[in-house]
């Protein structure tokens, strides 16, 4: 085996080696703080005398878990039981499990992700005050806002009663003091939905784990099992989250943290600060080694603007620098539209050019909002593609195409679904036989299925649309049977195949032919973990959760497990926020508008 000190730079080896009290590493983005990380938990291994197994590593998403956990494994040469490498709130349920008598769980509690609550809350928003909250016609999308202050919050070690108390000290009679005492209710609402339920949601896990360990005993027998904590990215740590791997370091004074505030995107840059100075005042004799040599080679950056102000590029080039050997460029564009199209010519030269698809990146705010444009434009020139972030399996087109089925079948009045399913294989009518049913709808005020049956009647309607309104009705008819008497798992798997979406995949002639199957097989992975979650569901209930977690935006990334997936050699699109630890050899970033 090689040693973990290989290739090291001499401040990298400088971490790798360090003994004697907590250690702060800083840098910026690409001088090797996650390889000096997994070449410290190697070395802890080897030389600092530690067993693996009482390491723990922790940094801040699934994927990177993964990564990370495969770096460590490739620099141990001995055997071991266990590599303990999670996120927070991974390790928060770890612990909760080892110590169960203690935490006094019950044994059959279930851990429920953001769309969980999301279709709890939906399924109870009868029982919820919210006459200070704005609905704006998508009661999904304000109430997953509504969770995801709720997972700040807890993030902030904030419990319902001390936001209740927070919101009844600000004044009476005013419009803010009331809409927040109303959020609190809300809050303590939501909590309370959880308990009957027997469920916790991953704030709850950290909150329970740092509270379990203000007991002694607790904190001295988890200090004992977990040695030395390594922490990549810290600067993204929220409080509760750095306040239980304190509590863990605190009684040994063994806690590697790596960061750079520069990089925080999810708190103000103070906050991010404030995060790495904890450690040193918390840790006392804690060292802190600063890595400034950029480990990267080369890098290409382009920037592309829709309608900038003249100055922009000015701007922008002060604020962005490439790592050596790169360049960065600017592109001006006339539209949103052009800017895809600009985005995706480019690409494509690359790829002629050479460039693995793989080693390209096309970074945009958001995949609901700007990323159809970017892969409908390399869709047409055949580069492969694959989307990552916010969304992203809701916004492929094939799965548009099963959720415009489950809706219409609980909502027949969902003109939208209706007009999609109708528009898109195995149906295919024409948009002007389409706009002659919606009509027909109107005039009559029917729903859509009903004006169909209707349309029918109609002389408007030639022969050819007539069979394919009938081919139509006759496969609602058939799916719409199953709906209440079949598991949420099975009836996606029937439903995928009666509208022979994987055989259109099969004899289709696009690039990311892969990418669609393995989006439709994801959305049935999420129909069976739907199921086991709640046995006694049916497939009426699943369709009204994942259109409920499709409307709210919820992440992918929190619905199904494992996230992205794909082919390596695929073109990346992915939302900004969720490149956090990604390297790539050209990136191609979208939407530098002045107003942005």
């Avoid at 005050?129 to 202050?149: C, E, I, K, T, Y």
């Avoid at 339920?197 to 909150?207: F, T």
């Avoid at 600063?290 to 990267?296: A, P, V, Y």
């Avoid at 992975?525 to 994942?546: H, K, L, T």
């Amino acid at each position: 085996m090689p040693s973990p000190l290989d290739g090291l730079t001499a401040r990298q080896h400088e971490v790798v080696t360090h003994r004697g009290g907590a250690l702060v590493v800083r840098g910026p983005a690409g001088t090797g703080k996650t390889r000096a990380i997994a070449a410290r938990h190697a070395w802890l291994a080897t030389d600092g005398g530690l067993e693996p197994d009482l390491l723990l590593a922790i940094t801040h998403g699934a994927a990177a878990v993964d990564a990370l956990r495969a770096q460590i494994e490739a620099g141990i040469d001995r055997g071991f039981a266990e590599l303990h490498v999670h996120t927070a709130p991974g390790f928060a349920a770890r612990l909760l499990r080892e110590e169960a008598a203690e935490a006094g769980l019950d044994a059959f509690v279930a851990t429920v992700s953001t769309a969980d609550r999301l279709a709890m809350l939906l399924e109870r928003v009868d029982e919820l005050s919210l006459s200070r909250h704005d609905f704006r016609g998508n009661p999904a999308a304000m109430l997953a806002g509504v969770v995801a202050r709720i997972d700040r919050l807890k993030e902030s070690a904030v419990t319902p009663a001390e936001m209740s108390a927070w919101a009844q000290s600000l004044p009476a009679g005013g419009e803010r003091g009331e809409r927040e005492r109303e959020f609190a209710d809300i809050y303590a609402a939501h909590d309370g939905m959880l308990r009957q339920e027997n469920a916790l949601d991953q704030g709850d896990l950290v909150l329970l784990a740092s509270a379990l360990l203000e007991r002694p005993d607790v904190r001295a027998r988890t200090a004992e099992r977990y040695r030395h904590v390594l922490i990549d990215d810290g600067q993204d740590l929220p409080h509760a989250h750095l306040k239980l791997l304190l509590a863990v370091a605190r009684e040994h004074g063994g806690m590697t943290i790596a960061g750079d505030p520069d990089q925080a995107i999810s708190r103000a840059r103070g906050a991010a600060d404030k995060n790495l100075d904890d450690v040193a005042r918390e840790l006392p004799g804690t060292t802190t080694i600063r890595l400034d040599s950029s480990q990267r080679s080369r890098a290409a950056i382009h920037l592309a603007a829709a309608a900038v102000v003249a100055d922009l590029p000015a701007r922008a080039e002060a604020a962005v620098s490439a790592p050596p050997g790169g360049d960065v460029r600017f592109w001006r564009c006339a539209s949103d539209r052009a800017q895809a199209q600009a985005a995706a010519a480019h690409v494509e030269h690359l790829v002629r050019g050479g460039v693995a698809p793989g080693e390209i990146a096309v970074l945009v705010r958001s995949v609901r909002q700007e990323g159809g444009a970017v892969t409908a434009a390399l869709e047409e020139r055949a580069v492969p593609y694959r989307l990552t972030g916010s969304t992203a399996l809701f916004d492929r087109s094939e799965v548009k195409d099963v959720l415009a089925w489950l809706r219409l079948l609980i909502d027949p009045a969902d003109a939208g679904a209706v007009v999609r399913a109708l528009a898109r294989p195995p149906i295919e009518l024409r948009a002007v036989d389409i706009a002659r049913c919606v009509q027909i709808a109107r005039r009559r005020k029917l729903d859509m299925v009903s004006a169909l049956a209707a349309a029918l009647e109609s002389p408007q309607l030639p022969p050819e649309a007539r069979d394919r309104v009938l081919a139509f009705l006759k496969l609602h008819r058939q799916v719409a049977s199953q709906l209440d008497a079949t598991r949420p798992d099975l009836f996606v798997h029937r439903l995928v195949d009666r509208l022979g979406l994987r055989r259109q995949q099969l004899f289709a002639a696009q690039a990311d032919v892969v990418e669609r199957l393995q989006a439709l097989a994801r959305l049935t992975d999420m129909a069976a973990q739907y199921a086991r979650r709640a046995p006694q569901a049916s497939g009426r209930e699943f369709a009204r959760y994942v259109a409920a977690v499709a409307d709210a935006g919820v992440r992918e990334e929190e619905t199904i497990a494992g996230g992205g997936g794909g082919r390596p050699e695929a073109v990346e699109v992915l939302a900004m926020h969720t490149a956090k630890g990604r390297e790539f050899a050209h990136v191609v970033v979208l939407g530098l508008q002045s107003s942005r």
